[in-house]
Structures are given as structure tokens and as C-alpha cells.
């Protein structure tokens, strides 16, 4: 069940250029959350500054909810991700949160593959250390542009998985794209993880589909209400209708959907 | 505190309070039942119906700007029948009002509409002559006073409901589109609905949103519906409900001292969604510390 | 840094670039030397110019909005005689072209204006058909595609010059009124004007604009703009010089891919006075990063 | 001659309630500036944000140009006033100044009054400043709300001159409005200075026209450019013309008009 919070930040690190990661004190939204899930953010402004004015969607990389605490990583790229990137230990962030469906984790299924690419390699470490957590066996495959844009790197090769990792310009692993990586070798995955680029997501759903492989995708969209209201966040999702497919609110019927009923346009 | 008297009543249309929650930014009410007690709100309007489900418009369906946003979400709603069998039952017993706001693409669409929406838990119908986002007459029916009349007559001759008419801005004079629907038999005259405007981005060299336009709204417009209400205000008997960028509660206030009876608040739910809520305590806090007892004592104390 | 062109040709008018400021808000041009190498802007359109002297509004002549700004200034000048022997001396050989953004009462103001200014060192004349303040006349020859034409047709007969017509945004239909002036002569379309709005004090109860209403500006209405140039851009073959809201490199590029060969800073050198040097430096940079080689290139890239 | 600069707080410190003195480093502006001048202020956006968006007009208070530094006393009202009081010894603020035609000193004169109220007391304290510097004789006449709005009273208390104060609320020094103490005994003053409410303004006017003394007033109007480009500012002044006064522009023109020239309205 979602809350508006006014949070804390407990600590804020630029983990690589472009790249933070945010602890904030929210036990109420951790004691809420799920793995998947996002929170819809506003830095505070000080006087009702309306300019950047809409709140931004960020997945939960971590959920603490022992010391009832949330982790964001994100990528200051346009102005309000920008603006969160100036804030410091100490300041506050206007939180909506938690938010939507998440992973779910198949009772029958054990081994499982999880792929990301660039920033969505950002939504899967929660799936990835649950999936640990319970013992199951997990490949991890991820994706980015260089080094330094593989999130969570340094956590995945401290836990007890398969980790193969690509980079565009090879600073790290094998150069190219994350998708090399999903072959034969893979064929008796249960289940599957995706978050990234469309284009990525897209091969991976035809893989799976191939190999009949199920899984999970957590999709991106502009959003502006985050609670369902606006229907700006819209995806295609399979249905059975004349169209066969229907549009779904990506901020509460998502972001997770299953991956073989995601429609992926050009 | 001492009390003050919120009840408005909008030509026969009683609410508990003025302030409403605008058609497209609140759903149907309940998504928003998390953050806000719905049972103090005055009214809800709902989300545009029609009398076909319609898928909308493909994403993006919004882009932010300079203290605002574009919306062409392109009226996706499950329709009236859908509306009327699952999603009334379940929120008309709030003790907000419920007003539908319709749409369609011909006269006859909204004549329809009225007709199937003359029930018990619809509390009044806007009609939205003012969608920028509808090609198929939707925006002409806004800008011109004798095809707003048509449409307002039309609804008028189905039912003895309250009817709202939703102005457009994208007008050269709203006081002529105004006049016409009041003489058509408007109960209630809500403005504005947005403004239209698009943005580009400079990288991919095309329009963020997929409809290439959009509605403009948000505290960036405000000033445009402001002038809008005070003049409308001078030009019409029929109540105003003001809407269009109301962000905290002074600028609720600059509305009812420009002529409006009730507000409506849209696009800062996205940013606050306790706005609502605010905004009644901060009204109710302006009064009191102003003298009044009343709400409607300070409607058009702007006008001169 | 790689060299662009950055040279414009606007049906004869030749600017050394596409940065031009707005009327009415960088004064004549000097005002602003403290902070700006006025020899690198492309042109400056001058305060809007009448026959006779004008004192203008009482103030409060300017209200701020949310990313935006009210203004009622009322057209206060010297007048077309003043200028002529006073002020075009003293800015006539600066690289900037001299636009002279004129203004009337009734047709043969304008006509009468246009042959007073046909004179050395007056580059082109922007016929200002959009203010909003000017109560006699000035926003219903906006506001018609005939009158607007007439105005243009009227300044036509009397001088060979370039001519510029601005556009007013408070209209249902831009495109109609940018096709009659353009059929009536004009060699140039800017748009936008300020859209009218409204701000209330809700501590005195009236409006802060001692007109009461005035011009929106900045910011806020960009989208507005925005939408208005890629449309009137589709329906004309003049070129288009875009204004409103711009306020960094960023926001003109904007306006070039919408349509605009030109464009214009008005509200943003309140804010920040250097702001056109950055525009500037901001579109020369742009262009060597996506390899172009030439600003005409990206003028309507987003036109599709 | 007027520059854009971005400066650094030194100082920042809430006087009286609502009330705050900042110290700004800004030696290019403190070399030019003269008394009665004033600066076009704006706190420095992260990221061009355009609410709220324009300068605002404060007056400097003090003047140091051995340390290069500005002082400016404000109040805290508004949006953007408010947003100054956010600021931080440390932050940035971007400047236009100075800017105007400040007070002048005849050279004739000897015996000066200077009347201020409210917010009005702060451009004045520069002028009393430099008179006392030249052993002029000098009358300060101060009123306010309350004993904390006296602005720069303990300054006036360790300075050479006569100091009268008005409260409304009896706090401090005379119940009531400053007017009270423009009487006979005041009368072989050669040169008044005043700033504050236009109704204090208008009674100063009254009796230095009575009282045939000369003298100048700031005045304060609404500012967009700073520069005289956008007549927003103006203020009637009699000149000799057929109707008598004309528009000037508060922002170069003034703040500081002759006295005896302002047309004050209802
Ligand atoms: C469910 C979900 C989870 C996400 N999780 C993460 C995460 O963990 N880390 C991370 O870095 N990013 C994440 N994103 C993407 C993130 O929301 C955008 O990068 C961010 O909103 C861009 O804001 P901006 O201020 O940088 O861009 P601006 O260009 O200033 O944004 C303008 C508007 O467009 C929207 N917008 C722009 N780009 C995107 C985008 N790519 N996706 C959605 N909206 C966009 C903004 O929300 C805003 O409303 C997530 C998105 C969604 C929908
Ligand atoms: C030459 C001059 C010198 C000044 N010196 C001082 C000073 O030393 N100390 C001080 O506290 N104040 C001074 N003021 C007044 C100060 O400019 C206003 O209090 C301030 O601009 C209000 O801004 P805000 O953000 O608080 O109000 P808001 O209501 O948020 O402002 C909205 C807009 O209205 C304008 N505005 C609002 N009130 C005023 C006002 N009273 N005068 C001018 N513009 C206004 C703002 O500049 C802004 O553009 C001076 C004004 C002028 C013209
Ligand atoms: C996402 C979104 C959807 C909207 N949908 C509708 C609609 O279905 N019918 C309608 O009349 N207005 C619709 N509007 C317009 C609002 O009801 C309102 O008139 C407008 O947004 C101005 O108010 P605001 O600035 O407070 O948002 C919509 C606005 C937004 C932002
Ligand atoms: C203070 C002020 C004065 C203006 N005076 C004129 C004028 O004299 N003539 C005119 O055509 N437009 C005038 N305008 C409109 C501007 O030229 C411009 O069209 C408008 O402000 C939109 O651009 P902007 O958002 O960049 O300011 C004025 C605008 C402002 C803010
Ligand atoms: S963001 Fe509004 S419905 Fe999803
Ligand atoms: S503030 Fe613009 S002319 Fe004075």
C-alpha cells in the first residue's frame, strides 16, 4: 500500500560518472515494499518551486527493512534527475511509494536467468538477492556501456551466482551486447528476469519464447500520477480480446508484467 | 477553529465543499483513496467517458514543461457501459458528488451519453466540448458558440440533470462560447479545459508525445484561466467552476475572487496527491483569518 | 571549434545570426550593452513604436507567475518622431539589424508609421497586430484574418521594406490569420505574442496589474509557441522568426526544428542578461556536435 | 556601471523575524557602488529553474570596498524573498549591480534629516553612514511595526547623530509613526533624505514643502530587467511639460528622485 513520505537521505554517492546511489530513511515504504516495485520521487522544494514539476519513477534497488531503509540507483540525466543529484546527506526527498507489481518468484521454478541492461540492471538486484537468498541457482547477465555502468557489479561478484558481463567499448567481460550471452547453455533456465533497453527486452522475449522459457519484464514509461489515475504510463500487454492486447497502467499494474504478453513496438 | 460555512450550491448542484478533483487527473476517485480521505472532497470528475471504449492514444502521452505538463492521452476510457456496471457501484457512496464528464464525436454521441448516464449516483454531467486531443470534431465543437450550443442543447433535451459545460481556452473570446451554452441551458460553466501546445526534443529531432500535440496544464496556465474565469464571470448568471494550474490553496482563493463558485484541481495531484486535502484546510484557514463565515461571501470580490 | 554557418536569410533579410531579442523587452538596445556584445546579435526588434508619444498604464505593470511573467505596460514609447531623431542614430551602427515593431489604432496609423520609418538604418518593420493591452483596436486586428490582412496590405502600399507581422496567440486558429497576412503581403511571420492573463492578489482583492490584465510571457508559454510555429510553419512559405519562452540554446533549437529560420528572446534577459550570448554559443555548440554545418539545416526537422 | 556577477555569501543572519542581513562577496560590485544604489538579485538556479522566475530589487545597506564586499538587509515576504532566506554562508547569488542613481550630498548643505520606515530604514543607513563621515550634522528619524524592525538602530546608537525612533507598538523609543517627529524644531534643516511607505513618503514631501527644505526620496516599484529596457518600473515625475510630470524608471532613472519632484498616487 503506497504512502506519501517526506524522507531523509542517509547517504548519496556518485557510484560512477552519472551514476548515484541513494540510501533514504523510509521505514514505512520498506516495510511495505516488494522487490520490483518503485517509488515515485520529488527532491522538496523549498517554497513550492513548480519548475521541474513532475515527480520521477525509481525502482528500489535495495529494501532494508530491518533498519527500515530504501536504495535508489539512478542516472541524473534530465533536469529533475539532475536536481536529485545535488541533494546531500541530510536533505529531504518527497516519496510516493511503494509502487506496482512486482517480481514474482515461481515456487517450481529453480534455476532462473536474470538480464539487464544499462540502468535496468538497477530493478533486478532485489530479484537477484532474494532468488540468493533462497537458495536457487541464478545466471546473471548484464550489459552497459562501459565498466562503470554495469550496476551492482561489485555486489553480484560477492554472491553465489553466474555472472557474465558485456560492455560496449570491452572495459569489462566480453565486448558487445548483453544478449551474446542468451545460447544453448541457457536452455534449461525455469525462469526469466529482464530490465533494459527495449530492443534488449525484445530479444529476450523472443528467446524465451524460443526456448519456452517463462519470465518477467519490468517495463519503463512516462508517468505522471503514479497511482493510476492519468493513463499516461500505459503499455501493450497480450489480452483475450478482439485486438488481442490492451493497454495496462504500467506504474500499478506494473512495472513487472509477464514477459510473454509484453508487446514491444519500433 | 472557528467554523466557516464550506457548502456551495452550483445552481441546484449542492457540495459539501468547493473544491472538485478535475476529469482525467483523479480517475474515478478511488485511485488516489491512499492519500487523500475522499469522503471530504466536494466532487469528483470523472474520467472522460464515451459511449464506445477507447484505447487512447499511443505513448508517450506526457511531456513536462516549465511549470507544466502536456497530456494526449487521447480520452482512453472503458466507456459508459463499462462505467456504469463496475465503477459507479463502487464509489457512489462517497460524499463527493459525482460528475461524468462526457465526450464524443458527434451531437447525437453526447445525447446518448445523457441518456444512459440519467441515473441514480451520477450527481451531474460536464460536458466536454473542449478535448484538444480529439480530432474528430471534438475541438471544433469548442471553439465555435453555435456548435457548443448544438451540443448542449442536445444533452439538455435527453435530461433534467445538472449540466456542466467545459470551456476550451484555444478561443479568441470564451465570453461568446459562454453565453452560447448558457442560453443552450448550461447549468454550471467549468474552465478552462488546456491549452494546446507541443515539445520537441532537440535530440531525436521530433515530438515527444506520439500525438506530436498535447494539453498544456499545470501552474503555467493558470494565469490564462484566471482571466478566463474573471471575464467569463462578468458575462454569464450560471455558476463557474475554476480549474486550470490550482496548485496550493491561494490559488484556489485567487479563483473564487475572480468569479468562481468551485474549484476543480488536475494536474497537482500528479505532484502533490495530498494536495486536495490542503487546499480545503487552507481555504478554511484563509476565511478565518480573514473574517469571513462563508465561502461564497469572497466568489467575485475581485470584480468591480 | 569548428565554424558554422550561422548567416540567415529571411526572404531579404539578412541577419549575421538567428539570435534576435524581442520588442519591448531589450529596450532599444544599448540598455543591455553593460552585459551583452550587442555587434554579435542578429537583430533587435525595438519597443513597439506608435505615431504619438504614449505614457502607457499606471503600474503595477508587471506581475510574476509560475515560470512565466504578466506585463500591462500599455505601449509606453517616445513616439515614431523621437525615435527617428533621437534613438536610431544611436543604435544604427551597431551589426544587429534595426527592426522597428510598430503599432495603431486604425489601419492608417500603421501606414502612416510605415512611411515615416522607411528611412536608412531601419532594417524591417515587425507590424504588431497582437498586443493585448492596447484596448482600441489592437487585439481585433489579431484576432480576424481580414483585419489583420488589411493592416498588412495598408503598410504594404506605403513602403517596399521588409516586413514582419506578428501573431497573436489568443486566437482558435493561427493558422488562418498567418495565411491572410501572408497573402496580403508580408514577408516574415513572428510569433508569438503574449498570451492575456489574469493575477489576483487575494490579501487586496483585485488584480496586481493595475490594468488588471496583461501579457504572459517566458517560460511557461513555450509549448504554446512551440505548437503555434510547427503549424503556421506548415501552412505558410514565408519564413518564421519563433518567440516565447525562449530562455537557452536548448529552447531556440526548439523552435528551429518546429519551423522557425529565426528566433527571438524576450522575457529570459530579465532573468538573465547575458542570455543571448549564451543562445548563441549554445546553438554553434549543437551544431558541431550533431555535424552540421549550418543553422538553415535543422530549420524544420521536426516537420514530418 | 553595472555588471552580472556570481557572488558567495559570507554572512547570512536573521536579524528580526522574517529580517535578514547578508554579507556577499562581490568586490566588482562594491568597487562601482555608490549610496542609494541598488542590486538586482536572483539565488543561483542548480539547473535553470524558472519558478519563481525573476530578479528582485534590494537596496545595499552597507558598502565595504576596502573588503570588496556588499550588505544587503531584507525581508522575507515573498516567494523569492523567502528563497533567499534558504541560502547558506557559502551559496551563490547572482547579482546585476549596481544599479541606479543613488543620494546625492549638496555641498552647500550642513544640516541633513533623514526619515525612514520599515523596510525604507535600510538604503538610508549608507547615506547617514557617509554624512557622519564627513561630520555633517544629521538628524536620524527611524519608525517600525515593532523594536526589531528599527533596522541598523544599534548602529545609529554608536554613530554621531540625533536618533529619534517610532514603534507602532510602543516597543521602542515613541508610540507611533515616525511623522510625529517632523515638527518646528526641525525647521533650519537644508536637506531631508526619506524611504519607506508612500504615505510616510507623501507627509515628508508635505512638510519639506512647507518647511522649504530640499531633499530626495527612494522609491520602490515593481522591477523586471533592471536595465530600463522594459518600462516596468516607472514612476511619475513633475517635469515641465503640458501635462506636467512624465514617467521615469524607478530601476536607472532612480531609485533616488529630488523630492519635491515625486507624484505620489492614493
Ligand atoms: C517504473 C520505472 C522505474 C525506473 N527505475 C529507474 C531506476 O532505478 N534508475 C534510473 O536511473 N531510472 C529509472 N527509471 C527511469 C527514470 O524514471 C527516468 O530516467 C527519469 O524519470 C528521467 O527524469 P529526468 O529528470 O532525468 O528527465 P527529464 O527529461 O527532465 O524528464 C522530463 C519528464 O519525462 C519523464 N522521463 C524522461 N525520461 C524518462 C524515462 N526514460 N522513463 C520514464 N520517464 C521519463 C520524466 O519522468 C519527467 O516527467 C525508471 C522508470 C520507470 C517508469
Ligand atoms: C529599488 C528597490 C530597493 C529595494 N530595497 C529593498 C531592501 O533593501 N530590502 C527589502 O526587504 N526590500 C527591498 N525592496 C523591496 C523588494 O524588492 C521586495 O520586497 C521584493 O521584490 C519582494 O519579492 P518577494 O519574492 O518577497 O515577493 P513576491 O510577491 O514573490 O514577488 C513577486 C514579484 O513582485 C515583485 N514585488 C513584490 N513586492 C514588491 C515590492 N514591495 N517592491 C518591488 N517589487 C515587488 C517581486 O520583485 C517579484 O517580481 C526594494 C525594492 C526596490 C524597487
Ligand atoms: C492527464 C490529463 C487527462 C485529462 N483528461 C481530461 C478529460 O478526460 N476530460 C476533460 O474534460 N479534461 C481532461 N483534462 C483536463 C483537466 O480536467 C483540466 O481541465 C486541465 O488539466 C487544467 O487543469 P490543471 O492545470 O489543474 O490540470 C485532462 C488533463 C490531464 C493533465
Ligand atoms: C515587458 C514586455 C513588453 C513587451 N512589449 C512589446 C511590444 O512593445 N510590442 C510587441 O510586439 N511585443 C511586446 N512584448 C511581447 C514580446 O515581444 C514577446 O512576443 C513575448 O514576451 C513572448 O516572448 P518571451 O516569452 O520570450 O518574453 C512585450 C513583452 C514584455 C514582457
Ligand atoms: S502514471 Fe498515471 S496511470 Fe500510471
Ligand atoms: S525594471 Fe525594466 S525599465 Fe526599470
Known sequence: ?266 | MTKVNLVVDLNGLKLQNPVTTASGTFGFGPEYKNYVDLDRLGGVMVKGTTLEPKLGNPTPRIAETPAGMLNAIGLQNPGVDHFLARILPLIKDYNFKTIVNISGNTVEDYAKLANKLNVDGVDALEINISCPNVKKGGLAFGTQPEMAASVVEAVRAETDMTLITKLSPNVADITSIARAVEEAGTDIISLINTLLGMKIDIHRHEPILANKMGGLSGPAIKPVAIRMVYQVAQAVDVPLIGMGGISNAEDAIEFFLAGASAISVGTANFVNPEVTMEILDGIEKYLVEKGYEDINEIVGLAIK
Open chain 1, 1 to 266: 500500500m503506497s504512502k506519501r513520505v517526506i524522507a531523509k537521505i542517509i547517504s548519496q554517492e556518485e557510484i560512477s560518472p552519472r551514476h548515484f546511489k541513494m540510501v533514504i530513511d523510509a521505514p514505512e515504504v520498506a516495510k511495505e515494499a516488494k522487490i520490483g516495485q518503485f517509488i515515485h520521487l520529488k527532491w522538496v522544494a523549498k517554497l513550492n518551486e513548480y519548475d521541474p514539476l513532475l515527480r520521477r519513477p525509481i525502482s528500489l534497488n535495495e529494501i532494508d527493512k530491518e533498519a527500515g531503509t530504501i536504495t535508489i540507483i539512478y542516472r541524473a540525466i534530465g533536469r529533475g534527475t539532475q536536481l536529485l543529484a545535488t541533494l546531500k546527506v541530510g536533505d529531504q526527498v518527497d516519496i510516493m511509494g511503494p509502487i506496482g507489481m512486482g517480481f514474482s518468484i515461481p515456487e517450481e521454478a529453480n534455476k532462473f536467468v536474470v538480464v539487464g541492461g544499462g540502468m535496468g540492471i538497477a530493478p533486478l538486484y532485489p530479484v537477484v538477492k532474494k532468488l540468493v537468498d533462497e537458495d536457487k541457482e541464478v545466471t546473471v547477465l548484464i550489459g552497459a556501456e562501459n565498466k562503470g555502468q554495469l550496476l551492482n557489479l561489485a555486489d553480484y561478484e560477492e554472491m553465489n551466482v553466474k555472472l557474465k558481463a558485456a560492455t560496449v567499448d570491452g572495459s569489462y567481460g566480453y565486448q558487445g551486447f548483453v544478449t551474446q550471452f542468451l545460447d544453448d547453455t541457457l536452455a534449461d533456465t525455469n525462469y526469466i528476469y529482464t530490465c533494459g533497453p527495449e530492443v534488449m527486452m525484445e530479444v529476450v522475449q523472443e528467446w524465451a519464447l524460443a526456448n519456452n522459457v517463462k519470465g518477467e519484464a519490468s517495463l519503463e514509461e512516462r508517468m505522471g500520477c503514479g497511482t493510476g489515475a492519468c493513463l499516461s504510463c500505459v503499455c501493450k500487454i497480450k489480452v483475450r480480446n478482439e485486438s488481442g492486447w490492451d493497454y495496462k497502467k504500467t506504474c500499478i499494474q506494473g512495472p513487472v508484467f509477464p514477459l510473454s504478453e509484453v508487446i514491444f513496438n519500433d
